[in-house]
Structure formats: C-alpha cells, structure tokens
C-alpha cells in the first residue's frame, strides 16, 4: 500500500520562498511518476508540476514555470517542490501524488494515490 505524506508548508510573504516534501511509502516510488497538484478555496484542484520516474523530463503549468522546481530523490523515496518568487495567488493547499503511468500526468485522474496535503498561505 502506498502512502504520502506532505511536509513544509507555511506562511511566508510575497516573494519568498518554500520547499515541500512528499515521502512515500511503498516499493513502487522509483517506478512511478510524481505530481504535485494545489487547491485554492472555491477552485478545483489544479496541476502544479510532474517528473517522471527517471527524473529526467519534467513538465509545469504555465502560472509556475520558472519560478516552482520539482525533483525527486529515489534512494529516499521523496519527492521535492522548490517555490520560490511566491505570490499571494499560489496560495492553496498542495498535494503530491503517485502513479505508474506515463501518460496523462497534468490530469488529477491520472493519478492512483494522494498525500493529505499541506497548506501553503502567501501573504501580500
């Protein structure tokens, strides 16, 4: 059974910078694509970033790219998500998520499991 757990949110000001952990559980991570997706009040939940289970192809949506970083760590069964240039419209609560497939990666549904998330709150 996989499971995920999300670290490292807060509170920081616009323009500052935060890092979140997903560990995962399980024998599956080094094979699997990771996602992280966040969901504002009100809002459905959206794609934020994946890596493929290499490492080697990462894909971001157009409101994060080059600011936001994702990267993985297969020894550690960990997943990363750099944020910096923070900006009040990113706060949301963000989760990470697992799943073998190769295809379908910006979608929620295309993923089998999902951490609890972790709230990341930027102030103006």
């Known amino acids: 059974q996989v499971q995920l757990v999300e670290s490292g949110g807060g509170l920081v000001q616009a323009g500052g910078s935060l890092r979140l952990s997903c560990a995962a559980s399980?024998?599956?991570?080094?094979?699997?694509?990771m996602g992280w997706f966040r969901e504002a009040p009100g809002k459905e939940r959206e794609f934020v970033a994946t890596?493929?289970?290499?490492?080697?192809?990462?894909y971001y949506a157009d409101s994060v790219k080059g600011r936001f970083t994702i990267s993985r760590d297969n020894a550690k069964n960990t997943v990363y998500l750099q944020m910096n240039s923070l900006k009040p419209e990113d706060t949301a609560v963000y989760y990470c998520?697992?799943?073998?497939?190769?295809?379908?990666?910006?979608?929620?549904?295309?993923?089998?499991?999902w951490g609890q998330g972790t709230q990341v709150t930027v102030s103006s």
């Open positions: 890596i493929t289970w290499t490492g080697d192809n990462t």
């Open positions: 399980g024998r599956t991570f080094s094979l699997s694509a």
């Open positions: 998520a697992q799943t073998p497939r190769t295809y379908g990666l910006g979608e929620p549904r295309g993923y089998d499991y």
